[in-house]
């Protein structure tokens, strides 16, 4: 078995991304340069190429291009799913993290595989934009967290506004301070990109932190049901399984699938299983107010009293004003 590709690969440093561009060749990799070097860092071990029209065009990281079109048709079955759900709490909200979620797909798409190339006056512009729509849907999510303790009405204008007016601020900030660090301007520098790191890096993490704390105390405090925690804590697992094999063994799996696929594509396809988790984990605590479903009808379940004879029947009215937990005080 083929050993790790690790004498060439740069060492861990915190503010620098010569580790992780060793790693998978992220989208900003190629625009940013080791201090060591005053160059881009490589991988250490990338996947193959495909040859275009007799060598005129490569197509590259093509095992990771489908998954991701496997990823962007799966978003979209799950958006269709939220809309569908026209009652839910939160549904509004969460529905906006899979459309970011999305964009970034195709983004990603246009980036990793070349067909924008890195050569190119406005690949820069791209691998910005990237850059700010990545940070900006985990604190879509972050705020996703928020939404269940009901600090303000879900679905309503001042809910939704201020989701849509964070989101972008966060994205415009990650997107300047990263054309500047590109562009070698404004104090910022492509050799010591400590600002972008900590946008790029730092927050995310913190983000996903905030919202599997706010889950699990939302789930503990609000919900009889525990089973909702096993697809939070099953998503976080997926994800952080994402960048393990991306950023640590990348260059090891890439050796090993002699090249044909590469730490990224391991990290694409557990990224996506994180995310399927994130709509399972929304499913599982919230439900439709079936008195104001679709077909606009109510609808009655009898519920028997154990202690009663199987003649005896309550019936009850499950009604509300909106969509709820699985839990009749929420």
Not at 102 to 120: Q, R
Not at 278 to 304: H, M, P
Request: hydrophobic share 50%; net charge negative.
């Amino acid at each position: 078995m083929p050993a790790p590709i690790l004498s060439n690969a740069p060492s861990f440093a915190f503010g620098s991304f010569d580790f992780l561009c060793s790693q998978s060749p992220l989208p900003l990799c190629s625009l940013l340069q080791s201090a060591a070097t005053l160059a881009p860092v490589e991988p250490t071990c990338y996947a193959r190429n495909i040859d275009i029209n007799s060598g005129s065009y490569l197509l590259f990281e093509p095992a990771t291009l489908f998954v991701q079109i496997i990823a962007l048709l799966m978003t979209l079955v799950m958006i269709f799913y939220i809309r569908s759900k026209y009652t839910a709490v939160g549904r509004k909200e969460i529905v906006m993290f899979f459309y970011m979620y999305a964009v970034t797909i195709i983004l990603d798409f246009l980036l990793v595989g070349g067909i924008i190339p890195p050569a190119s006056v406005v690949f820069k512009y791209f691998a910005a934009l990237h850059a700010g729509l990545f940070v900006s849907t985990f604190w879509c999510l972050m705020y996703n967290g928020i939404v269940g303790f009901q600090w303000t009405e879900d679905g309503t204008s001042k809910s939704l506004w201020t989701l849509r007016l964070s989101t972008l601020a966060v994205l415009l900030i990650t997107f300047t301070v990263s054309i500047l660090t590109f562009l070698n301007i404004a104090g910022l520098s492509s050799t010591s990109p400590m600002g972008l790191y900590i946008l790029y890096i730092i927050f995310p993490a913190l983000f996903l932190i905030v919202y599997v704390i706010l889950q699990i105390v939302l789930v503990v405090a609000t919900l009889d049901d525990r089973w909702p925690l096993g697809d939070l804590l099953f998503g976080l697992f997926f994800f952080l399984l994402g960048l393990v094999t991306e950023f640590v063994l990348g260059s090891y799996l890439c050796e090993v699938a002699t090249h044909y696929v590469d730490g990224m594509f391991f990290g694409t396809i557990f990224t996506l299983l994180g995310v399927m988790l994130v709509y399972k984990f929304w499913d599982s605590i919230t439900k439709e107010d079936l008195e104001f479903a679709v077909s606009g009808k109510a609808n009655v379940w009898e519920q028997r009293n154990p202690l009663l004879g199987d003649d005896e029947v309550v019936g009850s009215l499950v009604g509300g004003n909106g969509g709820g937990m699985h839990n009749e005080n929420w």
